[in-house]
């Protein structure tokens, strides 16, 4: 995706996170305090029956669950809730995030809630999504690892890792080669250690550098909204898909 294409792409550039793979941008004060107080309360307001507990954190899919074998259909009656998309979605707009994508929005939610402690393996998102996640982070800051597929200890060659630090009311956009060439995890550690200019690599672009200048970070409550758009979709109903989730 070239930045060239458009003007709000080009404006996305200036966030651009050096030396990882194509393309990654970090936004550390994508949402305001307020705004993010709001999303949490709204969030963990929800009544425990609708979240899936995991062994190692719980999570809400949103506007349902992929389904089919290859877990790659969305299958909706209804949009995405408005706490998700009434201030957010503008922003994803102006910024050009989902011009690209098949739907030009993002069509799906999940929201993972991570306690101190807990974390998620080393994944990739896979095809069923167009290659573009944007991801909002509430609560506490955290350390996502981010790892090349290729290399490995068996062939002598080494797997490249990166290091990305995510603060409450950041975004994180993901695209191109990173999406498609890299895994992403975050580890199960109470405390995030050894963070620094030389370690991080959007140290640069942290809104709050002073916060880490000790080195290390100890973890809170975090909840993640990464926000997809489902390549297959299938409408109940027969409700247009504008219907659901409005024009491009």
């Not at 100890?218 to 758009?229: A, E, G, I, P, Q």
Request: proline residues 8%.
């Amino acid at each position: 995706m070239a930045a060239t294409q458009s003007p709000s792409l080009l404006e996305l550039q200036s966030y651009l996170i050096p030396g990882l793979p194509s393309s990654v941008y970090y936004i550390p004060a994508f949402l305001p305090p307020a705004t993010c107080d709001v999303l949490l309360s709204t969030i963990l307001a929800t009544p425990s029956p609708r979240w899936t507990n995991l062994s190692r954190r719980r999570l809400l899919s949103l506007p349902s669950p992929l389904t089919g074998k290859s877990r790659d259909t969305l299958v909706s009656s209804a949009p995405l809730p408005a706490y998700l998309t009434d201030e957010i979605l503008p922003n994803f707009q102006t910024l050009g995030i989902f011009n690209y994508s098949p739907h030009g929005t993002p069509n799906h939610v999940l929201v993972n809630e991570y306690l101190p402690g807990q974390g998620i393996m080393p994944h990739e998102d896979g095809p069923a999504y167009h290659p573009v996640t944007a991801t909002v982070s509430l609560g506490s800051s955290t350390v996502l690892d981010i790892y090349s597929k290729s290399g490995s200890e068996v062939d002598g060659s080494e797997r490249r890792h990166w290091r990305v630090l995510q603060e409450p009311g950041s975004l994180l956009v993901t695209m191109a080669d990173c999406y498609t060439d890299t895994l992403h995890g975050i580890a199960e550690t109470w405390v995030d250690e050894d963070l620094r200019e030389e370690t991080v690599s959007n140290w640069g672009l942290l809104g709050s550098k002073d916060q880490f200048r000790q080195g290390w970070n100890s973890r809170k409550m975090r909840v993640s909204l990464t926000y997809r758009d489902v390549k297959k979709v299938v409408w109940v109903g027969g409700r247009a898909k504008n219907n659901i989730l409005g024009s491009r």
